[in-house]
């Protein structure tokens, strides 16, 4: 019996929201019913949302290159058929290039292709000898006029919208969520991406921002992914641009959207991290492996930190428990210098807004270099390709040069108290976003096996030196001065706990 294998394909991602791909199927179903000397295959082929005009499907991970592959190695064998809705579904190639690559390898194994929307059958000898060779030929050339008459008009209102917005005119295109379809801004949309930008500068993670995006409110916001994240913090519509031209009422600052910019290109080459749900997590390090402590809590109390790769037995000898209050204690009397290159980061005047500008100004011109050099890269003695290269080298040049100046001159950072009441704010309302603010800044608490912790920000190393039975606290050693610490009643703490013990780990 001969099987019949069903493709379908459609161009673009809004087509999978419609009835496209389900009428593909349905077509499938009814002609099987007409047709019960075919079985169909288990293995279907299916290329969603790409483009079959400019070649997609016959690149590498289509699945219309792994039919024609099935084809060529004998999975798909002389008498068995292609189902396909109709030939432009197969590709929208110039003539040649569909009769060459698409037709000619199916038919010539032996395989027939059958249009579903006519129920025409193409086979090597109905081309030859059946006249179907001038249909097929027609529905290729009919297809192929139809995607370039639609790459033209295209085009042409682009082009239409990019002249009305070098005018002043707000074009009419597709908005972003936070405007109308005429770019008036929705407000109440607007100020949550202006937090989602907030939110990617202090150090969150995009997954986290789409978190909180969703539990906004918003009903419009209520599916955010860290995808519709990323697409937000590249869109140049929210300082209120669209190709360059000013078109619509900004919503975010020029420097925080440059700022954005400038921590994507640093995240791309920087360690994958995840934003902790603990605020320790990430900030608290092991001495021995170099990876995170992770919390232990008991009924809801979190009580001491250990190193995870020591906990999950992965081989690190770093043994030391350090109680939460201890801990706390080291961040108190180490964190400030920490938290004022936090504070001043956030409270930026002109002078640090010129900053980041420069440093966007250097980004892009470098991006721009490196482009230019791998597109002409063999033609450098062009002299009119050099010149252009040499000339963004010395704008690059100058830009750094006002970059040096400007972080020479850079205004004084917040008061102590300012800092420390902007501190104390983020720990009670937001302490995931402090945490990942003071990460960013490079603070750290690092704890040894013999007990040391050193904060990267002060020279003072402390040492735990455990429980001081008389007083009932803990000992915290800092020199020749010893502190104690309160401690939780001792029934909530199992200071040298073990693996399975009870007790839950937050990371």
Known sequence: MPTAFSYARFSSARQQKGSSLERQKTMVANWLLLHPEYSLSVETYQDLAKSGWKGEHIKEGGDFAKLLTAVQEG?????DAVLVEAIDRTGRLPVLEMLSSIVSPILRAGVSIITLEDNLVFTEASLNEGGHIYILVGKIQAARQYSDNLSRRLTASYDSRRRLAKEGTTPKRNTPVWLTSKGEVIQEIADQIKVAFELYTSGLGKAVIAKRMRESGVPALAKTSGPGVEGWLRNEAVIGRWNGSEVYEPIVDLSRYQLAQIEGERRKTAPTAKTATHFYVGLVKCGS?????????????????????????KGCDNKKVIPKVVIDAVYRYTSTPAARKVVAHEHRGVNEKAIIAAEAKVLELTKEIEAMVLAFSGTMAIPEVAGRIQAMHAEREAAERELALLKVTVE?????????????????????RLAAMLRSVGYTITIHADGRLQSSESETVYRYAGVDRCEDMYRLVAGSNQLLISKVPEEEFDEWWEPGDGGEVVE
């Not at 004084?412 to 995931?432: E, K, N």
């Open 412 to 432: 004084r950072s917040p008061t102590v108290w300012r800092v420390q009441g902007r501190v104390d704010d983020l720990g009670r309302t937001d302490p995931q």
């Open 289 to 313: 492996c170099g990876g995170n402590f992770i919390m232990r809590t008991i009924k809801g109390v979190q009580v001491s930190m250990r190193c995870r790769k020591r906990q999950e037995l």
């Open 75 to 79: 999975a798909i064998k002389k008498g």
